[in-house]
């Protein structure tokens, strides 16, 4: 079955805790992104990839990073997470970065 | 930069009635359009696209029309059912800095059907 799978779908963590989401997707897409959702303000792209070792910024990436070792995995790295930074993530991929496949999401709370 | 919006948050209907569900654009240079769905609890989910060179797209029950002159955007939902109550999002495939092709989401609509 062609999907994208996040994990963990629900964290809770305290300020200052590296922590990592992980995403990987089984339809050979070129294109990866985050996004974070919330209330009111929609989703938002974190950063995105257009292909392995290729990554760049999207629209909110401060406290973010990123990497595109190969090619079905992209995981979100939290370096130092803020409760700023609680939110819903999304991780998506697509082959012409058209046609966007969601994960179920994760639940991120920072206390 | 660009942006996409919605006219209304929130749409009530009843059971069987056709929903529209506006989005408005702002970049003229967008060639493709994109309506997500998403359900409590979940993922949005790719519903129907159309490209700039197209008026009007039929998918099971729904429809999506463009007017480029306006930059408007609407999904029509035929004989909406419970189903249907859900967030859904338009999108447009905007450009980042490098040339790059992103998406660029609307803030959202839910649709509340009532049976």
């Known amino acids: 079955e062609a999907q994208v799978t996040q994990n963990p779908r629900y964290l809770i963590t305290v300020t200052g805790k590296k922590l990592t989401v992980t995403c990987s997707q089984n339809?050979?897409?070129?294109?990866m992104s985050w996004y974070r959702q919330d209330p009111g303000l929609g989703l938002r792209q974190i950063y995105y990839?257009?292909?392995?070792?290729?990554?760049d910024k999207g629209d909110v990436p401060e406290g973010y990073k990123v990497s595109r070792k190969e090619k079905r995995n992209f995981p979100l790295i939290l370096e130092s997470p803020s409760p700023n930074q609680t939110s819903l993530y999304f991780c998506?991929?697509?082959?012409?970065?058209?046609?966007?496949?969601f994960g179920s999401g994760t639940q991120l709370s920072v206390l | 930069g660009e942006s996409v919006g919605l006219h209304l948050p929130t749409l009530s209907v009843q059971e069987g009635d056709n929903s529209i569900i506006n989005c408005a654009y702002s970049?003229?240079?967008?060639?493709?359009f994109i309506w997500y769905k998403q359900e409590s609890g979940k993922g949005p989910q790719f519903i129907i696209d159309?490209?700039?060179?197209?008026d009007k797209r039929q998918g099971q029950r729904v429809t999506v029309l463009l007017n480029k002159t306006v930059k408007h955007l609407s999904l029509q939902i035929a004989a909406t059912q419970p189903g249907d109550s859900a967030v859904y999002f338009c999108?447009?495939?905007?450009?980042?800095?490098?040339?790059?092709?992103?998406?660029?989401f609307g803030r959202g609509t839910s649709l509340i059907v009532h049976p």
């Open positions: 990839s257009m292909n392995v070792e290729v990554t």
């Open positions: 998506a991929s697509s082959l012409l970065s058209e046609k966007l496949f």
């Open positions: 999108a447009e495939k905007g450009y980042a800095s490098g040339g790059s092709y992103i998406p660029t």
């Open positions: 159309i490209r700039s060179n197209m």
């Open positions: 970049n003229s240079a967008s060639d493709y």
């Open positions: 339809m050979n897409h070129e294109y």
